[in-house]
């Protein structure tokens, strides 16, 4: 396999990861719980759980587990694992649009440092 291989599983992991957060956040905050019938019966965490937006998370984080995996198993953990942070930068930026959440000057100079980090981090 190419040496592109391993670095395409670690954006795949902080794709599908950043997805699972904000699709469980999108349905967290939408969700109603079923006021009648069988699936009233059961606990509200479970009527969540069950519907098939939050199922594709888990799915999702099940597969990014697997493209880490293939991912460390061909990296150095230290060389790779900083790029997980990637996962704040793009839930953040992608939550303001999808759900009116505030950028602050405090969020941008976090996520600066963060980009920072990252740069020095892959230098060594």
């Given at each position: 396999?190419?040496?592109?291989f391993?670095?395409l ?5 902080i ?9 469980i ?9 079923a ?16 519907q ?13 587990s697997l493209c880490?995996?293939l991912a ?16 704040f930068?793009l ?12 950028f602050?000057?405090?969020k941008?100079?976090?996520l ?13």
């Amino acid at each position: 396999m190419s040496k592109v291989f391993p670095w395409l599983m670690v954006g795949m992991t902080i794709l599908l990861t950043s997805y699972g957060q904000l699709v469980i956040k999108w349905q967290a905050s939408i969700f109603k719980p079923a006021s009648a019938g069988w699936f009233a019966k059961l606990p509200t965490v479970i009527q969540l759980l069950l519907q098939p937006w939050v199922v594709s998370a888990f799915v999702a984080a099940f597969a990014a587990s697997l493209c880490w995996m293939l991912a460390v198993s061909r990296l150095e953990l230290s060389k790779a694992y900083p790029f997980m942070a990637l996962n704040f930068l793009l839930v953040c930026i992608i939550a303001v649009p999808l759900f009116g959440e505030t950028f602050t000057m405090a969020k941008a100079i976090g996520l600066g440092t963060v980009i920072v980090g990252l740069i020095i981090l892959s230098q060594g």
